[in-house]
């Protein structure tokens, strides 16, 4: 099969041979010995029977090193796409069609950041990590053409003349940048709920964005505290607040048209970004928990952790083991885990005395500002200021290079310089009589805490070594970009929480919408101190869960984190699989972790189901499917008829009470619909319904989308039947609903209706897998290649469980289809009784090479809830070994 796919490339896609000696070429070797230049000693490499790799030696210098080179073998030209993204340097390796998405990033200049954050921030160890791990990707590198490195390059070669070059310690660092944009927090809402002000009225915005349910869904921390104050969240008293937040942000009188075009053709800009670790900041999420010994089989403590993200070819994880010898002031490690390939250290897993996780927090670190323009400057303060300028040069393969100006405000980058119309947009907009005159124009600029040079690449390796909760929390200080949740435990019995990272505090506005850049009351004032941010250790309940739920209740905390918590689903069906299990007197093992991290139950169908079968369907089809909800326990399996039925059901309630009612920037691409009155959410009469409009957002990335912020807003409108919401037009022969009942029923209809078309009539055959599938593509040639080469890269589709804020996390947006969007891109269970008892799996497999063995070994296993034996001593390790590869100086 092989040699025929070679063949058909070759002989007609291309004009050329692709022989099997082609692809072996670039496949890693992993037995016997080879000779690198600048080791002080030898390297053993440990590979199990899935690829993962184990490595052993005697100098930290040495460790990483190998890490650099072992990960080169296994994922360079995934690396090597990385570093072209984060420094706006696509265009250099796949032509004219990505120098869009290189302006934009070369204006938020990733990697102007991180030659900052490596010439003077990070300390002097760090660098020599850096500086040892590129010389061991670099010794990989040496002496080899591209079609010795990876079938993609063989590929690019009869495209372009496109050659590797060499690794820098900073394309390490500019990795974490990229990481950063993708978990920025609420900037997407920030411009949604901008967007929305072009059809609905601030109390219409309310009803889509309702108050965190902190009476039913449990934030984070409840019984922790905050150093700087040094009194429990219980007793928090707002009036001793040092912030100054203000009261929310509000462009009504600032931005008027100007502000609504500049933020569509913006969020357009994002679409088409690339993504490092999500999809564009949606939907972005995680589990991890941990449960205390006196709640566990073994005693001591179990550690859980699944981050949910963007499904990619290979995985965004790489698994390995960075072992000293013997642990010493000249080799600190003795560390396994997860990380990213083309990045030192370990970011997620667990040492000889500690274990951690990570969830995304969520906290806001972005605001957007309207800016005006005025000539070669910017309106602040009542004063013109000039712009801070840099010109960049877009090399693009194939054709000639660009020239790009990038000017900057005191806010930030104006990344609405990089569309041109926007530009016109901008001089023509009209804005509220509170705005400054009209003059050149307005603009968009970003203000993100990662634009600064930061240390969490120090982070890494401090949080790798750290032997206690002490050590813990000091080095998780450093790591201020991205926040995250992070979650702790060590085999002493003790278990916590740390909240770390740069927090803006704000003068006036609270970062839930953009804000005149002209106004120094919006300014940034500083940041929220490291000693008020929220922690717990040992809470008496005896765990811990983070989920993307609220930190702390926001009335007893005295800084204001963000305004766009996730709503708190995932983590507080964890949290009752937890105490549920510790009430009816049971002890938590390895395996009830796993299965916990499986369940897909369906919080929203609880709430809606009942509903739906007390309605009184006349159309026998539908009354047929309106059956299957009989007796369902609310499960989303693969295999299940009644979750397919009911996640259409819900798919169109949100369509129909809402989707059709949204504007136009935020509906799917190509859906077109004549659109109720400006400023109400109930149905329009006939004479209303004048003007077609069409959606503008990527299916993956429209609303309605279906996440538990919709859980939340359907919850509060169940208890007001007949608010407007639930009002729809009558078209033609449909009627309109004038209540819930009514739109529920009309959404069951076209639900059976729909499925019918997708899965057939007979409903004896539908099944929530043959909606939700996986397809795993090629993060390049994959989506925008040739189709054969699509073919020879690309695998699936797989039929999953799971759902749309489930624990499972197999998210899919109910705006643009059923299809699987993000998923638990790995999954850990560590024992810290018995590290080698500890369970993982990865979403593909170690080898970023199409036809190794390791591509996607793990898929299978992963789609079918397995964990692996996660090897950690060195007898456990050699027990486990199939292939050995010693790295000699």
Request: with cysteine; net charge negative.
């Given at each position: 099969?092989?040699?025929?796919?070679?063949?058909?490339?070759g002989?007609?896609?291309?004009?050329?041979?692709?022989?099997?000696?082609?692809?072996?070429?670039?496949?890693?070797?992993?037995?016997?010995s080879?000779?690198?230049?600048?080791?002080?000693?030898?390297?053993?490499?440990?590979?199990?029977?899935?690829?993962?790799?184990?490595?052993?030696?005697?100098?930290?210098?040495?460790?990483?090193?190998?890490?650099?080179?072992?990960?080169?073998?296994?994922?360079?030209?995934?690396?090597?796409?990385?570093?072209?993204?984060?420094?706006?340097?696509?265009?250099e390796?796949?032509?004219k069609?990505?120098?869009?998405?290189?302006?934009?990033?070369?204006?938020?200049?990733?990697?102007?950041?991180?030659?900052?954050?490596?010439?003077?921030?990070?300390?002097?160890?760090?660098?020599?990590?850096?500086?040892?791990?590129?010389?061991?990707?670099?010794?990989?590198?040496?002496?080899k053409?591209?079609?010795?490195?990876?079938?993609?390059?063989?590929?690019?070669?009869?495209?372009?003349?496109?050659?590797?070059?060499k690794?820098?310690?900073?394309?390490?660092?500019?990795?974490?940048?990229?990481?950063?944009?993708?978990?920025?927090?609420?900037?997407?809402?920030?411009?949604?709920?901008?967007?929305?002000?072009?059809?609905?009225?601030?109390?219409?915005?309310?009803?889509?964005?309702?108050?965190?349910?902190?009476?039913?869904?449990?934030?984070?921390?409840?019984?922790?505290?905050?150093?700087?104050?040094?009194?429990?969240?219980?007793?928090?008293?707002?009036?001793?607040?040092t912030?100054?937040?203000?009261?929310?942000?509000?462009?009504?009188?600032?931005?008027?048209?100007?502000?609504?075009?500049?933020?569509?053709?913006?969020?357009?800009?994002?679409?088409?970004?690339?993504?490092?670790?999500?999809?564009?900041?949606?939907?972005?999420?995680?589990?991890?928990?941990?449960?205390?010994?006196?709640?566990?089989?073994?005693?001591?403590?179990?550690?859980?952790?699944?981050?949910h993200?963007?499904?990619?070819?290979?995985?965004?994880?790489?698994?390995?083991?960075?072992?000293?010898?013997?642990?010493?002031?000249?080799?600190?490690?003795?560390?396994?885990?997860?990380?990213?390939?083309?990045?030192?250290?370990?970011?997620?897993?667990?040492?000889?005395?500690?274990?951690?996780?990570?969830?995304?927090?969520?906290?806001?670190?972005?605001?957007?500002?309207?800016?005006?323009?005025?000539?070669?400057?910017?309106?602040?303060?009542?004063?013109?200021?000039?712009?801070?300028t840099r010109?960049?040069?877009?090399?693009?393969?194939?054709?000639?290079?660009?020239?790009?100006?990038?000017?900057?405000?005191?806010?930030?980058?104006?990344?609405?310089?990089?569309?041109?119309?926007?530009?016109?947009?901008?001089?023509?907009?009209?804005?509220?009589?509170?705005?400054?005159?009209?003059?050149?124009?307005?603009?968009?600029?970003?203000?993100?805490?990662?634009?600064d040079?930061?240390?969490?690449?120090?982070?890494?390796?401090?949080?790798?070594?750290?032997?206690?909760?002490?050590?813990?929390?000091?080095?998780?200080?450093?790591?201020?970009?991205?926040?995250?949740?992070?979650?702790?435990?060590?085999?002493?019995?003790?278990?916590?929480?740390?909240?770390?990272?740069?927090?803006?505090?704000?003068?006036?506005?609270?970062?839930?919408?953009?804000?005149?850049?002209w106004?120094?009351?919006?300014?940034?004032?500083?940041?929220?101190?490291?000693?008020?941010?929220?922690?717990?250790?040992?809470?008496?309940?005896?765990?811990?869960?983070?989920?993307n739920?609220?930190?702390?209740?926001?009335?007893?905390?005295?800084?204001?984190?963000?305004?766009?918590?996730?709503?708190?689903?995932?983590?507080q069906?964890?949290?009752?699989?937890?105490?549920?299990?510790?009430d009816?007197?049971?002890k938590?093992?390895?395996?009830?972790?796993?299965?916990?991290?499986?369940?897909?139950?369906?919080?929203?169908?609880?709430?809606?189901?009942?509903?739906?079968?007390?309605?009184d369907?006349?159309?026998?089809?539908?009354?047929?499917?309106?059956?299957?909800?009989?007796?369902?326990?609310?499960?989303?399996?693969?295999?299940?008829?009644?979750?397919?039925?009911?996640?259409?059901?819900?798919?169109?309630?949100?369509?129909?009470?809402?989707?059709?009612?949204?504007?136009?920037?935020?509906?799917?691409?190509?859906?077109?619909?004549?659109?109720?009155?400006?400023?109400?959410?109930?149905?329009?009469?006939?004479?209303?319904?004048?003007?077609?409009?069409?959606?503008?957002?990527?299916?993956?990335?429209?609303?309605?989308?279906?996440?538990?912020?919709?859980?939340?807003?359907?919850r509060?409108?169940?208890?007001?039947?007949?608010?407007?919401?639930?009002?729809?037009?009558?078209?033609?022969?449909?009627?309109?609903?004038?209540?819930?009942?009514?739109?529920?029923?009309?959404?069951?209809?076209?639900?059976?209706?729909?499925?019918?078309?997708?899965?057939?009539?007979?409903?004896?055959?539908?099944?929530?897998?043959?909606?939700?599938?996986?397809?795993?593509?090629?993060?390049?040639?994959?989506?925008?290649?040739?189709?054969?080469?699509?073919?020879?890269?690309?695998?699936?589709?797989?039929?999953?469980?799971?759902?749309?804020?489930?624990?499972n996390?197999?998210?899919?947006?109910?705006?643009?289809?059923?299809?699987?969007?993000?998923?638990?891109?790995?999954?850990?269970?560590?024992?810290?009784?018995?590290?080698?008892?500890?369970?993982?799996?990865?979403?593909?497999?170690?080898?970023?090479?199409?036809?190794?063995?390791?591509?996607?070994?793990?898929?299978?296993?992963?789609?079918?809830?397995?964990?692996?034996?996660?090897?950690?001593?060195?007898?456990?390790?050699?027990?486990?070994?199939?292939?050995?590869?010693?790295?000699?100086?």
């Open positions: 099969m092989l040699v025929l796919v070679l063949a058909i490339i002989g007609i896609a291309y004009g050329a041979y692709w022989s099997i000696s082609t692809v072996r070429a670039s496949l890693p070797q992993t037995t016997g080879i000779t690198l230049d600048g080791l002080s000693g030898p390297v053993d490499v440990k590979r199990d029977s899935y690829g993962i790799p184990q490595i052993y030696a005697s100098s930290d210098a040495d460790l990483f090193m190998a890490q650099g080179y072992v990960q080169a073998q296994d994922r360079f030209y995934e690396m090597d796409v990385r570093r072209h993204m984060t420094s706006g340097r696509l265009s390796m796949f032509g069609g990505q120098v869009k998405d290189d302006e934009f990033l070369r204006t938020l200049g990733w990697d102007r950041v991180a030659q900052k954050e490596y010439d003077t921030t990070l300390s002097a160890s760090t660098k020599k990590y850096l500086q040892a791990y590129a010389k061991g990707v670099n010794a990989y590198l040496k002496g053409d591209g079609k010795d490195i990876s079938l993609e390059y063989a590929a690019l070669g009869f495209e372009n003349d496109y050659k590797p070059q690794w820098t310690p900073v394309d390490s660092v500019a990795w974490l940048k990229a990481m950063a944009w993708d978990l920025r927090g609420n900037m997407q809402d920030e411009i949604d709920r901008a967007l929305m002000t072009t059809r609905l009225g601030p109390q219409q915005i309310a009803d889509l964005y309702p108050e965190y349910p902190y009476s039913r869904n449990q934030p984070i921390v409840t019984e922790g505290e905050y150093d700087e104050y040094t009194k429990t969240f219980g007793s928090g008293d707002s009036s001793t607040s912030s100054t937040s203000g009261t929310t942000g509000s462009t009504s009188s600032s931005s008027g048209s100007a502000l609504t075009s500049q933020l569509s053709s913006l969020s357009n800009v994002l679409e088409d970004l690339p993504t490092a670790v999500g999809v564009n900041g949606q939907g972005i999420g995680s589990n991890s928990w941990v449960v205390a010994g006196k709640n566990t089989i073994t005693g001591k403590p179990l550690l859980a952790n699944d981050p993200l963007e499904a990619s070819l290979p995985s965004v994880w790489y698994q390995m083991g960075l072992h000293c010898r013997a642990v010493s002031s000249k080799c600190q490690y003795d560390v396994s885990g997860y990380t990213f390939a083309g990045m030192p250290g370990v970011v997620i897993g667990h040492n000889q005395n500690i274990a951690w996780g990570m969830t995304n927090s969520g906290v806001d670190t972005t605001d957007l500002y309207l800016e005006k323009l005025s000539g070669d400057g910017y309106l602040y303060d009542g004063k013109t200021k000039p712009f801070t010109t960049e040069t877009i090399k693009v393969a194939g054709g000639a290079s660009k020239k790009i100006v990038v000017r900057e405000t005191n806010n930030g980058p104006l990344l609405s310089d990089r569309d041109d119309e926007l530009v016109k947009v901008g001089k023509k907009a009209t804005v509220d009589t509170a705005a400054p005159d009209r003059g050149d124009g307005y603009g968009i600029a970003l203000r993100w805490t990662a634009e040079p930061g240390t969490t690449m120090d982070a890494v390796f401090a949080i790798d070594k750290a032997s206690n909760w002490t050590e813990f929390r000091a080095a998780s200080t450093k790591f201020d970009v991205p926040s995250q949740n992070l979650v702790y435990a060590d085999t002493k019995n003790n278990i916590g929480y740390t909240l770390p990272g740069k927090i803006p505090t704000r003068g006036k506005g609270d970062g839930s919408l953009p804000v005149p850049g106004d120094p009351k919006y300014d940034w004032n500083g940041y929220i101190p490291q000693a008020a941010l929220p922690y717990e250790f040992n809470p008496k309940r005896g765990y811990i869960v983070t989920a739920q609220a930190v702390i209740d926001q009335d007893k905390y005295p800084y204001t984190l963000t305004t766009d918590w996730g709503y708190g689903t995932r983590s069906r964890i949290t009752d699989l937890i105490q549920s299990k510790i009816g007197g049971g938590i093992s390895t395996d009830d972790m796993r299965q916990m991290q499986l369940d897909d139950s369906s919080e929203i169908a609880k709430l809606i189901v009942p509903k739906l079968l007390k309605l369907i006349d159309d026998p089809d539908v009354r047929e499917a309106q059956k299957l909800l009989e007796g369902w326990d609310y499960t989303q399996d693969a295999d299940s008829a009644a979750a397919a039925y009911f996640n259409s059901v819900w798919r169109n309630i949100l369509k129909l009470a809402f989707g059709n009612k949204l504007p136009k920037e935020l509906r799917v691409k190509g859906q077109c619909l004549f659109v109720s009155p400006v400023d109400t959410t109930g149905p329009a009469d006939e004479d209303n319904q004048k003007v077609r409009e069409c959606g503008e957002r990527d299916a993956d990335e429209a609303q309605p989308d279906g996440g538990d912020r919709w859980f939340e807003v359907v509060k409108l169940m208890d007001d039947p007949t608010n407007d919401w639930w009002k729809t037009p009558s078209r033609a022969t449909v009627r309109g609903a004038s209540n819930m009942n009514q739109l529920f029923k009309r959404a069951m209809i076209d639900a059976r209706w729909e499925l019918t078309a997708k899965l057939g009539k007979d409903i004896d055959t539908w099944s929530w897998g043959r909606l939700h599938r996986l397809f795993l593509k090629n993060q390049t040639l994959g989506t925008d290649g040739p189709g054969i080469v699509k073919y020879v890269l690309n695998r699936g589709p797989w039929k999953l469980s799971g759902g749309e804020a489930t624990v996390a197999t998210g899919w947006n109910a705006a643009g289809g059923y299809g699987v969007v993000w998923v638990p891109s790995m999954r850990m269970v560590v024992n810290l009784d018995n590290f080698d008892k500890s369970k993982w799996i990865n979403l593909t497999g170690a080898s970023g090479h199409a036809y190794s063995a390791h591509y996607t070994d793990q898929t299978s296993k992963w789609v079918n809830g397995e964990l692996l034996p996660w090897s950690y001593s060195s007898k456990a390790v050699d027990d486990s070994t199939s292939d050995s590869l010693v790295l000699k100086p």
